[in-house]
């Protein structure tokens, strides 16, 4: 299943875990950590490279070059199988615990014997950690408290989840007199696919009150912490929300640092010490004199450092620092830039609401273009037919005059089967004007026939864009087994869109995949797969992904206007 570049990752995060659990060097476990991203990350197909290749790999040296290449021979390295030995695989789950970390885990391994996180719970239950040095009261509950989230939170929340939840405390604080501004930070304002917790930051002169009524929003089912300028509560669904308040003067050195990501905020923090300088979230200051010189804005703190405001989108240590400071930076696509939508239901397939519905709310975001694209009939359950297909186009047509400003387009999806061939033959194929081609049936095939399917879909003149290209459905359905590398070849070579499908749920091609795609050309679709009039808002969810993988609007076609988009969907000739 997976590729050989994400086990090899695996394999040079488990050794940088088990080396931060060994060692006292800080530097070379993150050294491996960064490599193992940039392998997991990178576009060629390790399993093709020679060992002068990897060393191209960014982050690689020869070190991590030669462990990765006797890796790819052979299946592990050495050094690895070293340590494994030394630490069995329980151990490094601990680390994971939050409040424990590698050098407390090391110390309950080696004094206790405790190799596990179960065992570590009935240690905790049985108060044994009280013998050892340096584990006080506050460490043991830390501990406990630890175990209990790594058991009860089954993961991390979908984004539109965490979304919601922000607007609702925005909409319960933002508007408080002694919140002078407040905002979304973390990994929500980075828009990652999912979310582990809420991180909200206010500016305000009176951070008691603030957290007063923080805490005792409805919301909350417990309070974690409540301190004079931060607390944590969780809230009813499950999801923790951190709040920190800070001064308004510190605001912008505060957003970049409760912005993250915390690889971001390293790398930017070590170019503040290389310049003299030290960075935190509350400002950034000389290192010697200890004087503060910015704080105010995000802008102001970037400049300082010599790089240019840098999206959130964009803060994940993927290159973003060394592309800031050569000047090549993405222009990320907006959401403004969006033309309109090209992948959308309504109630004649499996939609929730009827053409009008949608077309009125669809027009309500300024879209020049709207397609409808209802299932095609082999998707069995839909009971489409060519006449109900033909009816609604005529009656999109019909409805096109009372939408002087937004030109309807006529599309379908289309059902991708076994072989890669779709429901209609080409005559019919001709009278719509926008096809998005997916797979909805057969997830399980092998890589060759799913690779070989894919491409012959889009290999058809009649098929534009396709949907939700690797099919995964997120903490539910693993992604299709393809040949990812292959796809992106033949869209590029063909012509056809690649979808970046909104939908929270989805995201798919997710971020790295968009990064990996956009290397070969490739031309992206930005959709929504709406089925009700609210899902034409997750367009934020999409964009936000397409900014996640450096998509601009070159790159998406549904960002130009029609008679350019126009070019890509006579793609038959
Ligand atoms: P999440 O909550 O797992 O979806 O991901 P984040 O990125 O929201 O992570 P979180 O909530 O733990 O922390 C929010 C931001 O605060 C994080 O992106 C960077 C910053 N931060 C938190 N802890 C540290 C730290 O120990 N060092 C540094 N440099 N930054 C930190
Ligand atoms: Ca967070
Ligand atoms: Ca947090
Ligand atoms: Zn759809």
Redesign the pocket.
């Known amino acids: 299943m997976a590729r050989l570049n994400d086990t090899v990752e695996a394999a040079l995060i488990e050794y940088a875990d088990l080396l931060s659990i060994l060692t006292d060097d800080p530097y070379k476990p993150r050294s491996y950590e960064k490599a193992a991203r940039a392998v997991g990350g990178y576009a060629g197909d390790l399993g093709t490279m020679d060992l002068k290749e990897v060393l191209k790999i960014p982050s690689v040296g020869k070190s991590i070059g030669e462990k990765i290449d006797e890796f790819v021979r052979t299946g592990s390295f050495e050094a690895l199988e070293e340590l494994r030995a030394q630490i069995p695989p329980g151990v490094r789950e601990m680390i994971a615990i939050p409040g424990l970390g590698p050098k407390k885990a090391i110390v309950l391994y080696r004094e206790l014997g405790i190799a596990d996180v179960e065992q570590l719970g009935q240690a905790v239950e049985q108060g044994r950690l009280a013998e050892l040095k340096g584990f006080g009261a506050k460490t043991e509950e830390n501990i406990r408290r630890g175990i209990e989230r790594m058991n009860q939170s089954t993961g991390?929340v979908l984004v539109s989840v965490a979304m919601d939840l922000a607007d609702y405390f925005l909409e319960r604080l933002g508007g408080r007199k002694d919140v002078r501004r407040m905002e979304y930070?973390?990994?929500?304002r980075?828009m990652?696919e999912?979310?582990?917790?809420l991180?909200l930051l206010v500016a305000s002169d009176d951070p008691i009150g603030v957290i007063d009524a923080f805490t005792s929003v409805g919301m909350t089912d417990r309070v974690l912490a409540k301190g004079d300028t931060k607390s944590s509560i969780l809230t009813r669904k499950g999801l923790q929300v951190?709040l920190r308040v800070v001064p308004l003067e510190a605001w912008g050195a505060a957003m970049i640092?409760?912005?993250?990501?915390?690889p971001h905020?390293?790398r930017i923090?070590e170019m503040a010490v290389r310049k003299g300088l030290k960075l935190n979230e509350y400002g950034l200051y000389r290192a010697k004199s200890g004087k503060l010189i910015v704080a105010e804005t995000e802008e102001e703190v970037y400049e300082k450092l010599s790089l240019p405001w840098i999206p959130p989108t964009l803060r994940e240590d993927r290159g973003e620092v060394e592309a800031a400071l050569e000047g090549t930076l993405p222009d990320v696509l907006t959401r403004k830039q969006l033309r309109g939508d090209l992948h959308t239901h309504t109630d004649l397939t499996d939609g929730l609401a009827s053409l009008e519905q949608m077309l009125a709310t669809a027009s309500e975001l300024g879209y020049a273009y709207y397609a409808v694209t209802d299932h095609a009939p082999n998707l069995f359950m839909q009971r489409m037919t060519d006449e109900k297909m033909l009816a609604q186009r005529e009656q999109l047509r019909k409805l096109q005059s009372s939408y002087p400003k937004m030109t309807l387009l006529h599309g379908t999806e289309l059902n991708i089967d076994a072989e890669g061939k779709v429901d209609w033959d080409a005559g019919f194929l001709e009278g719509f004007d926008v096809c998005v081609a997916s797979v909805h049936s057969l997830f399980n095939q092998s890589k060759d026939e799913m690779t070989r399917r894919i491409v012959r879909a889009m290999e058809n003149p009649h098929v534009h864009v396709i949907g939700h290209p690797t099919g995964r459905i997120i903490n539910k359905r693993q992604p299709v087994d393809v040949d990812l590398e292959e796809v992106f070849k033949a869209a590029a070579r063909t012509g056809t869109a690649l979808e970046v499908n909104g939908y929270p749920d989805r995201l798919d091609l997710r971020d790295e995949h968009i990064l990996w795609a956009r290397r070969h050309g490739v031309r992206f679709a930005v959709d929504t797969d709406s089925h009700a009039t609210t899902h034409l808002e997750h367009m934020r969810y999409g964009v936000g992904n397409a900014q996640r993988g450096w998509l601009t609007q070159d790159d998406v076609i549904n960002a130009w206007p029609l008679s350019k988009l126009r070019t890509v969907l006579r793609k038959g000739g």
Do not use: E, M, Q
């Open positions: 991390r930070a973390g990994s929500l980075r990652a999912t979310i582990g917790d991180d951190d640092y409760f912005t993250g990501s915390k905020n390293i923090r």
